[in-house]
């Protein structure tokens, strides 16, 4: 009983995450670490493979495990993280490299004299090698990213990256 007490008394003092427009750093520029991927093929041309990437969010310190069909068995698009409504994810891979871009909206309320404060947008992009299995198989699995971790710095923009085109 005094570990089921201990155990209730851990998880009530867990906080959920906090959005960044939510943060009193918000006016940081987010950045992303993709910690790992691995990107499991479908041998069915319609069944769509899936990739699970850990990404870290150095900012807020915050890591979340991201789930994402594989449409093509080469393109994952995430309108939203479960821990961030405001993050859009977008990752293209193929046989030996992969890229990813995070578009994230942004609110810095000490914007300077002559800019208007409201949201913009943070983009950041990264290209990194992943492993594939040197015969390729309807169902392999490729993993990465080789060398590590991928770090990608945001930029900020006042128009948001539209996903389907890449603009």
Known sequence: MLLLTAIL???????PATPLS???????????????IKATYSGETYTPGNAVLVITKPLTNETESLDCPLLFNSVCQ?????????????LQI??????ITFN??????TAQAGEGVG?????????????????????????GPLGGTV??????????LDLETGE
């Open 119 to 143: 949201p913009k947008f943070v983009i950041g992009s990264g290209e990194f090698e992943v492993h594939c299995p040197d015969e390729v198989t309807e169902t392999m699995t490729c993993t």
């Open 94 to 99: 193929n046989m030996g490299t992969a890229s």
């Open 9 to 15: 008394a851990t998880l009530t003092t867990l906080t």
């Open 104 to 109: 994230q909206t942004w609110t810095c309320e």
């Open 78 to 90: 995430l309108e939203r993280t479960p821990a961030d409504p405001d993050l859009r994810v977008y």
């Open 151 to 160: 770090v990608v710095n945001g930029t900020v923009t006042t128009v948001a």
């Open 22 to 36: 939510n943060r009193a750093d918000k006016c940081s520029i987010p950045s992303w670490t993709l910690q790992s």
